[in-house]
């Protein structure tokens, strides 16, 4: 499986943006989600959901402002970022897994097998 994330760049202060994950070989993963890691911080979990529709889950700090979502017939997986603060400049990646998650298990690293180069998104104003 390779992930192709794109579509980072600036954004001001409660600005919006919408990042891409082009995949390709996807066809035995089972959850798609997004990590970021900000300057001098541990990467964390940020979204994830089963592809096939369904489970969805969100980090706590970004939950109600970030939309996962994916198009299948495209094979590509978004985040829309809406009302974005500085504390959401970090480098993003996506990620696919071949396991089908639980809530707790979405945020390890470990259980994500495949990992794209990231993508830059800095919020200033």
């Known amino acids: 499986v390779q992930l192709q994330a794109s579509g980072g760049g600036w954004v001001p202060v409660g600005g919006s943006l919408r990042l891409s994950c082009a995949a390709s070989?996807?066809?035995?993963?089972?959850?798609v989600g997004w990590f970021r890691q900000a300057p001098g911080k541990e990467r964390e979990f940020v979204a994830a959901?089963?592809?096939?529709?369904?489970?969805?889950y969100y980090a706590d700090s970004v939950k109600g402002r970030f939309t996962i979502s994916r198009d299948n017939a495209k094979d590509t997986l978004y985040l829309q970022m809406n009302s974005l603060n500085p504390e959401d400049t970090a480098i993003y990646y996506c990620?696919?897994?071949?396991?089908?998650?639980?809530?707790?298990?979405?945020?390890?690293?470990?259980?994500?097998?495949?990992w794209g180069q990231g993508t830059l998104v800095t919020v200033s104003s």
């Open positions: 070989g996807r066809t035995f993963t089972t959850f």
């Open positions: 959901r089963r592809w096939s529709g369904g489970s969805t």
């Open positions: 990620v696919a897994s071949r396991l089908g998650l639980i809530a707790s298990e979405v945020r390890r690293r470990d259980n994500w097998h495949y």
